[in-house]
């Protein structure tokens, strides 16, 4: 889409609403002419707009516009011939505007600030520019901030709907006095058989009022029923609009048919599920599993529920503990039920990335503003003799007041258009990456990102608060300064009033300082993104796939045969041209972060306690070299290490030094103890068997959560599982996909009901770990980056500016013979003592916005003295320079071509 | 209301160029625009022209007359009234007296030359 394009596209669309507007502007006009030929000057404007329209774009758009403001605003045709009084169109002008008075008077001013914005394009475009830029992030910030955390969740009345933390064991069925209705669920995986091929694909078991909750209907047949969900009754289904389109061909009559799945709630066989329903395409629920939902059979706790409108949140609460109190004995006193609003809940992890761009962008758009506020007072500094001479002709002050305003508007809404096409060609093009980095789905689907009417009304708001305070300023300061003699001169910089100077100096200097603590956070961010990226993974993730592999409890139940069919498949994957290296996990490094689980290391000989904590995976012989995990000491699993021999463990150098200090941990004992988090029982009530550490490999890093807790790495064929995963490494040239295909032949070849799911790359999940950081300091640092030119911007426009407005003066002294750098110099302190003020204050906000980030550093203090000092220093360098070339070019001109200068 | 000044005082431009516009013959609103800014580049706006066509035509220099068979949605055409056609004729020898004016021709070379 060429911008060019795009301002035609936008310019055609403005012109039915253009001829509106006019229509109502011809009020300005008598009512005979406007009654006699109303309607045929709204028709010759609407032709005039659609001539220039297609034959220039948008500048035609403009212009035509302009001939209507200037005819709206200019006198009313008088008699045919001149008359002395309208020959002198200024005198005139003045006298008119003196008296006039409502709309007409106001569509007047409006004339005179087109003329003035017209009048200056390089400077109105500039302007508008910087601004355009500044609204524009803002607008495509605040519409994902809107996407997930304003708008209410794609459902009615979502802001009932709560989520129960803890999970308690309180059953959704004890709570119809607290909810409305409340639901929980179960997520699993339907491996769907049949004609159409295996497919595994994401469900849930869930409570019958599951969706009711949401307030969705199905789209074709209906919900569950409540018998539905009795144990003895026969199993239904409802399936996503996506299965019944991909996988049953959109067939009408698709409700009462069956579909065959294996799951984990009845692995040992195929099960056939009686399909009741579809469910609409556009239902939404916070975790993706919902392409097959069919009603739990067991009693579940609560998750979520939809509040009574009579219930307020509190009571609920309370009731909800009362209820758990009753149910679980021994809670600790201090126990308590949280409801929180499930919007909340959902985007509890986004929201403080998302307040900090926020808080960035706003800092640039303030930024953005006192930039143009400082241009604009050095420019109406300048205007002094324009505006003074309007003013001697009879304006009032209200008057000279509302041109200004009406420029400020013109200015800030040429900046909102441009910046909202910006921002939505900016979210049109960064939307799903956004997604992907952020790592949560955005409620309602990714088109709800977008920039949706509340958006552009906030945009609006902005605007006219920012044009108006683009007018008022100026006109405050110039009224205030009214008292100087009009037109004597003022273009030769005297006559000036102390309080421009310093408001434009205050503004400058908060600039530097917004802009020194923008820096400053982006610094920060900057490097704990590097920190996470040289971070030492303990693994090479290059070229390395994943996938999983699960098979079906009734057709493998003794783990030898799950282990038969593991190592035929890696005995096949490992002849293949194109891989490298395999080997099975139970899982793989930064595929979802997996608890670390207690552990205790046998006491040798003396009383040490020898407890540590570290995460727990079975891996194959070979995994270790196949991720480029260096053995230190000992042994690799091998093939003797099965089900009937001696168990056996390898630990991490870390986790062994921490469960046996200051010995050798070959030949010790280890086991895994029962977990104890959260005081809810995880796996195994009781410890695991004591098995012997015949290994010490490098410690990894696990995941960015957990950093490198440590790990035990047990021997898979001494606890074989019906999910695991295959790993492999492909060899140099050949693609992933094609190890992919290679894995999935093979699999077939060995059990054709085996689908090879959830591929992936590590290497792409460890950048997907790494991308939030890295998308906030690469976001970050380039909002301060622009932060950082607008403020020298504005510094070398003042100092320029202040230069100038004394250039006779610096003439006069360098022809008396004064050294450059003396006069140098007097402008150079001026402007050090703006720069030092705006730096000073803007450490210490650096400071304040560095606690602010505290939650997302990694591996840096929030107050780091590198990050804080080196940006100060920059800052300080940089402006220095920004003050130092106007000052030098002042005092480098030729004082004989100054002097006969005006 | 017929114009004392007629054929003496000057006209202002934008009235001088609506009834130059019409000289040709009659036009509607938006064909005087177009034309007076082909002809001079003069763009005058919807109430500059239909002001004024309502002022000439109260000065009866203009009549309104019906509407534009080919293009009605343009509406009205207005045409040169003889009185409008002499006060165009005498603002042109005006300007031609003018041009002619000794002072004139030496600041614009190559003006006035019959």
């Not at chain 1, 605040?142 to 803890?166: G, K, M, Q, T």
């Not at chain 1, 250039?807 to 402007?831: E, K, M, P």
């Not at chain 1, 400071?847 to 080196?870: C, K, N, S, V, Y």
């Not at chain 2, 609506?18 to 763009?43: C, F, I, N, T, W």
Request: with cysteine; aromatic share 6%; charged share 20%.
């Amino acid at each position: 889409m060429s911008p060019r394009g795009l301002g035609t596209r936008l310019a055609s669309a403005l012109v039915v609403p253009s001829v509106v507007l006019y229509r109502r502007l011809l009020l300005r006009f008598p009512a005979r002419l406007r009654r006699r030929f109303g309607g045929e000057m709204a028709g010759a404007f609407h032709a005039l707009l659609e001539e220039r329209v297609a034959r220039r774009g948008l500048r035609g758009f403009l212009s035509a516009w302009g001939v209507a403001l200037r005819d709206l605003s200019h006198p009313l045709p008088g008699r045919p011939v001149q008359d002395r009084a309208r020959r002198t169109g200024g005198v005139d002008a003045g006298r008119r505007s003196a008296g006039g008075r409502g709309l007409r008077a106001s569509l007047e001013d409006l004339g005179f600030a087109w003329g003035s914005v017209r009048r200056d394009p390089r400077f109105t475009a500039l302007l508008v520019a910087v601004l355009a830029l500044g609204l524009a992030l803002n607008a495509a910030v605040f519409s994902v901030v809107n996407a997930y955390l304003l708008r209410p969740l794609p459902y009615p009345e979502a802001d009932r709907i709560v989520e129960v933390r803890p999970v308690t064991d309180v059953s959704w069925t004890q709570v119809a006095d607290i909810f409305e209705r409340a639901v929980s669920w179960d997520l699993d995986v339907f491996t769907l058989v049949g004609e159409e091929g295996p497919e595994m694909v994401r469900g849930s078991w869930v409570t019958p009022d599951f969706l009711d909750v949401y307030g969705v209907r199905a789209s074709l047949g209906r919900t569950f029923r409540p018998e539905e969900a009795d144990p003895g009754a026969a199993l239904v289904a409802m399936i996503s609009e996506r299965l019944w389109r991909e996988r049953f061909g959109a067939a009408p009559d698709i409700v009462g048919r069956s579909f065959s799945a294996y799951t984990s709630d009845r692995p040992d066989h195929a099960e056939s599920f009686r399909i009741v329903g579809v469910i609409p395409a556009d239902f939404w629920h916070v975790n993706a599993y919902t392409d097959v939902l069919s009603p739990i059979r067991v009693e579940r706790a609560v998750y979520v529920g939809r509040l009574r409108p009579d219930v307020p949140l509190p009571a609920a609460e309370a009731a909800l503990t009362e209820l758990a109190r009753s149910t679980t004995a021994q809670l600790p006193a201090d126990f308590q039920v949280r409801l929180t609003p499930l919007q909340d809940a959902y985007t509890a992890s986004v929201r403080p990335t998302l307040t900090v761009l926020q808080g960035a962008v706003l800092l640039v758009l303030l930024i953005a503003c006192s930039n143009a506020i400082v241009l604009l007072l050095v420019r109406s500094a300048r205007r002094r003799r324009e505006l003074g001479m309007r003013q001697a002709l009879g304006a009032t002050a209200l008057r000279v007041g509302r041109q200004l305003a009406w420029e400020g508007l013109i200015l800030s809404g040429a900046a909102g258009v441009l910046g909202l096409a910006a921002a939505a060609l900016l979210l049109d093009l960064t939307r799903a990456g956004l997604q992907a980095r952020l790592g949560r789905a955005i409620p309602g689907g990714l088109e709800a990102l977008s920039l949706d009417p509340s958006v552009v009304m906030a945009a609006a708001g902005a605007c006219a608060v920012i044009g108006l305070s683009f007018g008022l300023v100026p006109a405050l300061l110039f009224l205030v300064g009214r008292g100087v003699p009009l037109g004597t001169g003022d273009a030769r910089g005297r006559g000036e009033g102390r309080s421009p100077r310093r408001l434009r100096a205050a503004l400058v200097a908060s600039e530097v300082a917004l802009s020194t603590a923008l820096l400053a956070g982006a610094g920060l961010m900057v490097r704990s993104a590097v920190h996470l990226h040289r971070m030492p993974l303990g693994f090479d993730a290059t070229g390395v796939i994943h996938g999983s592999i699960g098979l079906r409890h009734a057709s493998y139940p003794d783990p030898s045969m799950r282990v038969l069919l593991y190592e035929s498949l890696l005995d096949r994957v490992r002849g293949m041209g194109d891989v490298e290296a395999a080997a099975m996990a139970s899982s793989t490094p930064f595929s979802g972060i997996i608890r670390p689980d207690a552990l205790e290391g046998e006491r040798v000989r003396d009383a040490s306690d020898g407890r540590a904590r570290g995460t727990v995976t079975s891996v194959g012989a070979g995994f270790f070299s196949a991720l480029g995990i260096p053995l230190l000491r000992g042994r690799d699993f091998g093939p003797d290490d099965t089900e009937g021999s001696e168990p056996v463990a390898i630990v991490s150098r870390g986790l062994g030094e921490r469960l046996w200090p200051g010995r050798d941990p070959l030949g010790a004992r280890v086991r895994t103890l029962p977990g104890t988090d959260g005081g809810m029982a995880m796996g195994d009530a009781s410890p695991g068997p004591w098995r012997t550490v015949v290994g010490i490999v490098d410690d990894i890093t696990r995941d960015l959560g957990n950093g490198s807790d440590g790990q035990l790495w047990l021997a898979y064929p001494q606890q074989a599982g019906y999910w695991m995963s295959l790993v492999a490494r492909r060899r140099p040239g050949a693609s992933s996909a094609s190890v992919v295909t290679s894995v999935e032949r093979a699999l077939a070849e060995l059990d054709p009901d085996i689908p090879f799911s959830a591929t992936s790359e590590l290497e792409r999940n460890v950048a997907a770990a790494r991308a939030p950081t890295r998308l906030v300091a690469w976001l970050l640092g380039g909002f301060a980056g622009f932060a950082l030119v607008l403020s020298l911007l504005g510094l070398y426009g003042v100092v320029a500016y202040a230069a100038r407005q004394r250039r006779r003066d610096i003439a006069i002294r360098i022809a008396l013979g004064a050294d450059v750098d003396s006069v140098t110099g007097l402008f150079l302190r001026n402007g050090l003592l703006v720069v030092a003020l705006g730096v000073g204050t803007g450490v210490i906000g650096g400071l304040f916005l560095g606690q602010a980030l505290a939650g997302q550093l990694r591996g840096i203090p929030p107050g780091d003295p590198f990050t804080h000092g080196a940006v100060a220093a920059g800052l300080l360098l940089t402006a220095a320079c920004a003050v130092w070339l106007p000052a030098r070019q002042a005092s480098r001109a030729a004082p004989m071509t100054v002097l006969r200068e005006d | 209301m017929p114009d004392r000044d007629a054929g003496t005082a000057p006209l202002t431009p934008a009235v001088f160029h609506v009834l130059l516009s019409l000289a040709d013959g009659p036009l509607h609103g938006y064909g005087v625009m177009k034309r007076a800014e082909e002809d001079s580049g003069l763009v005058l706006g919807p109430g500059t022209v239909y002001g004024s066509l309502q002022r000439l035509e109260d000065a009866g220099w203009v009549r309104v007359g019906r509407e534009d068979r080919a293009d009605a949605r343009r509406g009205r055409l207005f045409e040169l009234t003889s009185a409008g056609r002499r006060a165009l004729e005498a603002e042109a020898r005006r300007i031609t007296r003018l041009s002619h004016l000794e002072g004139v021709r030496r600041l614009v070379p190559g003006s006035g030359t019959p």
